[in-house]
């Protein structure tokens, strides 16, 4: 299939309708809000990060009860609609300090100091309402190659 053909092929574009619910759940996160989270992210959920680890949605809001003075902006979001499945991708910026030995030290640091970050989830209705079943994060990192163009 040519490239063009796939601008085309069968989704809608719910950028501007789901932008809200991203909103909410950056705001949910610098919040520590658990019950947000509990409602929206499926009781399946599985958070994989650019480090290969996963994390569940306990481990999710269990996190966010523990990393302090957290900060999220949106930077960018596309979202897509395939039949009843959202596929919302983008980036964020983050900050805040995370406690030690919940990761890496050069995670902490990159938080501490603030970082974007990459994003990919996938949205399914469960009992009428929107819940997240997966998303795919990974920071961006400046790349020493690039020194090298």
Request: aromatic content about 10%.
């Amino acid at each position: 299939m040519r490239r063009e053909g796939l601008a085309h092929a069968g989704f809608e574009d719910v950028t501007e309708a789901f932008e809200p619910t991203w909103r909410a759940w950056l705001d949910a996160a610098a919040a520590a809000d658990a019950l947000w989270f509990d409602e929206h992210l499926a009781d399946e959920f599985c958070h994989i990060m650019g480090t290969g680890e996963s994390e569940t949605k306990d481990r999710v809001i269990a996190t966010n009860a523990v990393v302090r003075n957290a900060r999220y902006e949106p930077l960018d979001l596309v979202a897509r609609r395939y039949g009843t499945t959202i596929v919302a991708q983008g980036q964020y910026f983050a900050r805040g300090d995370i406690p030690t030995g919940l990761a890496s030290e050069d995670v902490i640091d990159l938080y501490a100091e603030g970082v974007e970050v990459r994003f990919s989830t996938v949205w399914v209705p469960v009992d009428g309402e929107l819940r997240c079943v997966v998303m795919q994060s990974a920071t961006v990192v400046e790349s020493s190659l690039l020194a090298l163009a």
